[in-house]
């Protein structure tokens, strides 16, 4: 992908939060990975959406360094490189404060997966971190953001999963492009506001059975899907 292109798509991608009412003020942001050419591109630290174009977008290497742009890089800038450093396959981190995500990851509590709406998506709960330690949080802190989250996937399919609750703090979705970590942290945000109506109408609502929920993930997912046209 060009230079040119991946600040549109990294554009586009984050106002696509906005107009999908993920973001307030300067809440969040997405970022793009192009690893033929190693760099990143990010929305730049505390610049209203409404300012933002192409050319005021930041990008970096893996390393953090600043290779184009004036503008300080998002404060979790560490976060994104750590994932892209982890995760092979990802090209795109999204991270929002949206309400009900945002609420769960309060709460402590992953999002279970109770109706077929989730498992479309994922094929179980979407996970919570643990809490981060104090010397996590006081030396590196959004470094070791990234680190919580990627210990916690031990054993995960981030590519399956594509999505976290840092606890105490928000949701981090990411995908093959920005632009399905930006269709990622909508679904996210449309499943939590789903499970959180459902415990409150029945607070011991049963998670989906394995049977129901495989099919439905199945149908839009892997070598037998056949949810959609061919494309």
Known sequence: MSRHALREEVLEANLELVRRGLVVFTFGNASGYDPESGKVV??????????????????????G?????????????PTHLALYRAFPGVQGVVHTHSRYATAWAQAGVEIPCL????????CGPIPITPAMSAEEIQSGYEWNTGQVIIRRFGGIDPLLTPAVLVAGHAPFCWGASVTDAAHTAVVVEEIAHMAYLTVTIRADAESLSDTLRDKHFLRKHGSSAYYGQKS
């Open 42 to 63: 990010i929305k730049p630290s505390g610049v209203p959406y409404e300012q933002l174009t192409p050319e005021s977008l930041v990008v970096t290497d893996l390393d």
């Open 115 to 122: 109706g077929t709406t989730h498992a479309d998506y994922f």
């Open 65 to 77: 360094k600043i290779l184009e742009g004036s503008l300080r890089p998002s404060s979790d800038l």
